[in-house]
């Protein structure tokens, strides 16, 4: 409790690595202080988790419940001012008993500090008890936790010899020490609390290794030369657009297979500044300590004391070279200086237990699938009942000009592009074979375009779910990203490349949105400079704002095409565009795990 964190401060600028963190910060509504308060938990990211919504938002806590051993735990931090009103702490209890009523065959555990310094508390085998040496000037608190037959079970003191923070569980077992490694330095009125829980023999956590080819190990002299080898104009001849672009690839993934070595990771439970000597620091101290509590021998706290303040200093000096670093790469490759930016403001970790209409799922495949459910049930069947729209005769081209010199520059862009598509081909494979697969690119993109084919491999997807606001656990307050393969994105700024011209030529001057040189920036200066115009001659400005739900999500396919065609371009583009839009497939992959690949009937890419 007492974070004193807000808004602006990201959950990974916390330190708070492997873990899943909820958060609630103060606000005008739990105090009229701007700085100070606010809680947090924090939860180990392999056990399934999440925040319980709670209606009022008067009092600063909060509710997560997690699963460990197919048991359900509910962990609550909160923090109350000194010298706050009955009704603060009534509005607490009426939180903490909507929790306890949600949550049956939870164990519970309601932690913080309540600030109630003249209160004794106690426990026998009739549960709570507490008294003063005055009135009591909060009595619903107490009386609540012993009417629960709930256990207040802190009893370490502060350095004034008070008690502000408490701990309530329905746990007798459970018990509460003075903790001997804290994240911060301890505020002298209120220490670190190690709190104890005993549990039947746990289930180990998975090991989330992975398998994936080194490109950057690749031997490429090998895989060009075996590329090369290929007479790419009498292969492709006597196929059709789809047989011609699978062929390329199983040219391109037998590459992998034969020149592209491949390993087995395991992700890193440590953070990417802690070096070789830190994180044998980090075992020697975990075991230093596992050995004093065995013990309780003061020279083995000495020692573990010792093994700490050695692992503090290291770790300062470790993540000070890394920022060091950062900022030294900014020059030299700023991708990298970015990469570290983003991963400090990125919240989009999905939790192991997330729902969506009242229904919740663990497991990282059953997390997929469910994802998947939500974004294709906003997807619309397309209707022949096609609009009537007059031909605006324009003059629009009806086919696409993709020089190899342009290929060959939209390969120079995937220099330091690690991703791999859903293709599986990574940006930095295809920019190291760039020489030996502009040619057969341009005889694919040449016969998709002319015969008005896009080929299937390249209208897969795959989709990742961004966090928008909200609740993280649920489904519904995430949109989807979808992720093409390097080539097909290509292919589609080459064509986009060809046409902007003439289509940029028949677009009134208020569309700003997708146009190059023009954005909502652009957008907002214009329409300030009406508005202050109006304002100048005494003029009344009206606005209305509109915003369509999931507008891009329900194009309508043949509505679109109808438009282009009305519009003026013509065949073989068009049937080029329709074929684009039409019959693609995606999927959802979280964590590794992918949904079941499902079709799309409306939007666009």
């Excluded at 607490?92 to 939870?106: E, G, M, T």
Aim: hydrophobic share 35%.
């Amino acid at each position: 409790s007492e974070t004193w964190l807000c808004n602006n401060i990201y959950d990974n600028e916390l330190g708070l690595y492997n873990y899943t963190v909820f958060r609630c910060e103060r606000n005008s509504l739990t105090s009229s202080f701007s700085r100070g308060g606010g809680v947090l938990i924090a939860v180990r990211t392999e056990l399934a988790s999440n925040i319980i919504p709670i209606t009022n938002s008067n009092v600063e806590h909060i509710f997560v419940k997690f699963i460990y051993n197919d048991s359900s735990y509910v962990v609550s931090s909160a923090y109350i001012p000194p010298n706050s009103s009955t009704h603060l702490y009534e509005s607490y209890l009426s939180a903490v008993q909507s929790v306890i009523n949600d949550n049956p065959n939870s164990l519970f555990l309601f932690c913080g500090d309540f600030n109630l310094p003249d209160i004794t508390w106690s426990n026998d085998n009739l549960g709570l008890r507490y008294s003063s040496t005055s009135d009591i000037r909060i009595n619903c608190l107490p009386e609540t936790f012993a009417f629960l037959n709930y256990y207040q079970l802190n009893k370490v003191l502060n350095t004034n010899g008070k008690l502000l923070d408490l701990v309530f569980c329905n746990n007798e077992l459970a018990s509460v020490e003075i903790a001997l490694d804290t994240l911060v330095p301890c505020d002298p009125y209120h220490p670190a609390l190690c709190i104890n829980i005993s549990v039947e023999s746990a289930i180990p956590l998975p090991i989330n290794s992975q398998n994936f080819f080194n490109f950057h190990q690749a031997s490429y002299p090998e895989i060009n030369k075996f590329l090369l080898s290929f007479n790419w104009y009498d292969t492709f001849i006597s196929l059709d657009v789809d047989s011609a672009t699978n062929a390329f690839y199983d040219a391109l993934h037998s590459c992998i297979l034969q020149f592209v070595p491949k390993f087995s990771f395991t992700p890193s439970k440590f953070p990417a500044w802690f070096t070789k000597d830190l994180k044998a620091l980090a075992f020697d101290k975990k075991r230093e300590h596992a050995k004093y509590k065995l013990t309780c021998n003061h020279n083995d706290y000495t020692y573990f004391s010792y093994i700490r303040a050695r692992f503090k200093s290291k770790s300062k000096k470790c993540y000070k070279a890394h920022l060091s670093r950062t900022e030294s790469a900014l020059k030299l490759n700023p991708r990298s200086f970015w990469d570290f930016v983003r991963k400090r403001k990125s919240q989009n970790d999905i939790p192991n237990l997330v729902h969506l209409n009242g229904s919740s799922c663990t497991g990282a495949e059953t997390i997929s699938n469910l994802f998947a459910s939500h974004f294709n049930s906003v997807y619309t069947s397309n209707t022949s009942n096609t609009f009537d729209m007059p031909f605006l005769q324009h003059d629009l081209p009806s086919n696409s000009i993709i020089s190899i010199v342009d290929i060959e520059a939209g390969l120079d862009k995937l220099k330091n592009l690690k991703s791999v598509g859903p293709d599986r081909l990574s940006g930095f494979y295809l920019y190291n074979i760039r020489n030996s697969i502009s040619f057969p690119l341009l005889l694919l993109f040449r016969r998709s375009l002319d015969e008005g084919v896009y080929p299937s491999i390249w209208k897969m997807s795959c989709v990742s779910p961004i966090h928008k606001s909200g609740d993280k656990s649920d489904v519904k307050n995430y949109r989807p990203i979808s992720i093409l393969s390097h080539i097909a994105k290509l292919f589609d700024s080459l064509v986009l490349q060809s046409i902007q011209p003439s289509v940029n030529s028949i677009l009134i001057d208020e569309q700003h949105g997708f146009r190059p040189g023009r954005s909502s920036i652009t957008n907002s200066m214009i329409f300030n400079k009406y508005i202050f115009e109006a304002f100048e001659n005494n003029l009344q400005v009206d606005t209305i704002y509109t915003d369509l739900s999931k507008a891009f999500d329900r194009v309508d396919h043949s509505d679109l095409v109808h438009v282009l065609y009305k519009t003026g371009f013509g065949d073989p583009l068009l049937s080029w565009f329709r074929s684009y839009l039409t019959d693609r497939l995606q999927w959802i992959k979280i964590n590794g795990q992918k949904s079941s690949v499902s079709f799309v009937p409306s939007g666009v890419p």
